[in-house]
């Protein structure tokens, strides 16, 4: 590859190796510092070839070697500083060659509970984190979808960029509203599952309905992604 891809290219380039990458998947290992494409002077990413090679790397640690993010990280700064990378399960060395800019190109995890941090960002730095216009925020904030709020912390930024994804595939604000409102008929029926538990002082017990609220949601979501699915195939696919 030579010159510059966009977001929507790169997607494109990853998919035959890795079938479960999205656009708001690159989006959050870029929040995450995991990769730092360029920006044109209108904000839209510019990934070259080393930007690739590193989405792989990230890509393959996590679906070979089901590495957390935090010890991915852990082995590019490893390997930004010239240090050999002592994992268990080493990366191929060739990889890191690469990675380094001494070897020859190689060939070829959201949770659903939101993340947790204390940066936040005002409209103007949230709708550039997110690749979206400031109208599209105000959008996104008048339909439910993101908080009334002066500030966004990094769940607002997860919602964000997710929702661009779909306005990007050509949905207005206006249509995502179903969104939020079946986020909340879900959770009030998670909340009568585990809401008498959590009143309770027994740490094991609240543990228990933690852990149970979260399978359900989890599995709510599956459930509702399969069920998605099934539609698609009949309509798509007929």
């Keep these: 590859m030579s010159g510059t891809l966009t977001i929507g290219e790169v997607l494109k380039t990853l998919q035959e190796d890795f079938d479960d990458i ?12 995991l990769i730092s494409p360029d920006r044109t002077d209108s904000g839209y990413r510019k990934f070259d070839d080393d930007d690739i090679e590193r989405l792989r790397y990230v890509l393959r640690a996590q679906r070979d070697r089901y590495l957390p993010l935090k010890v991915i990280r852990e082995e590019l700064d490893r390997i930004d500083a010239g240090l050999a990378v002592d994992s268990p399960a080493g990366p191929d060395p060739d990889e890191v060659a690469h990675l380094r800019g001494d070897g020859e190109p190689m060939a070829q995890d959201q949770s659903l509970l939101p993340p947790i941090g204390t940066e936040t960002w005002n409209a103007e730095e949230l709708a550039e984190a997110a690749g979206l216009s400031i109208e599209q925020v105000e959008a996104l904030v008048g339909h439910g979808l993101l908080p009334r709020t ?18 990007d595939a050509g949905l207005e604000a206006r249509h995502l509203r179903m969104y939020p409102q079946f986020a909340e008929r879900q959770f ?47 309509t798509l696919h007929s």
């Design 188 to 234: 009030a029926l998670i909340e009568q599952l585990v809401a008498p538990v959590m009143r309770q002082r027994n740490p094991e017990a609240r543990s228990a309905a933690t852990a149970r609220g979260e399978k359900v949601a989890e599995r709510g979501a599956a459930l509702n992604r399969a069920l998605l699915g099934n539609r698609l195939r009949d």
């Design 22 to 33: 999205t656009i708001s998947k690159i989006r959050f290992l870029e929040a995450e510092g």
């Design 150 to 167: 002066p500030t966004f912390d990094a769940a607002a930024l997860r919602v964000a960029r997710l929702a661009g994804d779909l306005l």
